[in-house]
């Protein structure tokens, strides 16, 4: 298994964020070709650290690499793309991470 993590920072209107990572964003992405399960973080984000928290955790589930790699390569994953930098303009403002998963 495969997983995509995006990590957003706080947004300027949580409010607004919310409604359109809700109404917009999430149907979007559940078009990608080859994804197996799509969660969100639910509620407070903490860390043991401390510090700056992030506002919310999107974790998508594909096959493998090669699979998320081809998804976002498609009509759908560019859509996805393009609506997630309406988001989170701002670089600064979204961590993402692809890795590969093996059970322990």
């Not at 957003?8 to 990572?21: L, Q, R, T, V």
């Not at 999430?26 to 992030?54: D, M, N, Q």
């Not at 699979?67 to 961590?95: H, M, Y």
Request: hydrophobic fraction near 40%; glycine fraction near 8%.
């Amino acid at each position: 298994m495969a997983r995509m993590v995006v990590i957003y920072g706080k947004p300027g209107d949580p409010d607004a964020f919310d409604e359109h990572y809700v109404n917009v964003h999430v149907p979007l992405a559940k078009k990608l070709p080859g994804l197996r399960a799509y969660e969100v973080s639910r509620g407070p984000i903490l860390t043991p650290a401390g510090g700056p928290t992030p506002y919310l955790i999107g974790t998508l589930h594909f096959d493998d690499l090669a699979a998320i790699r081809a998804a976002f390569a498609t009509p759908e994953g560019q859509a996805c793309a393009a609506d997630r930098r309406i988001l989170a303009p701002d670089g600064a403002d979204v961590q993402m991470y692809l890795f590969d998963t093996t059970e322990v």
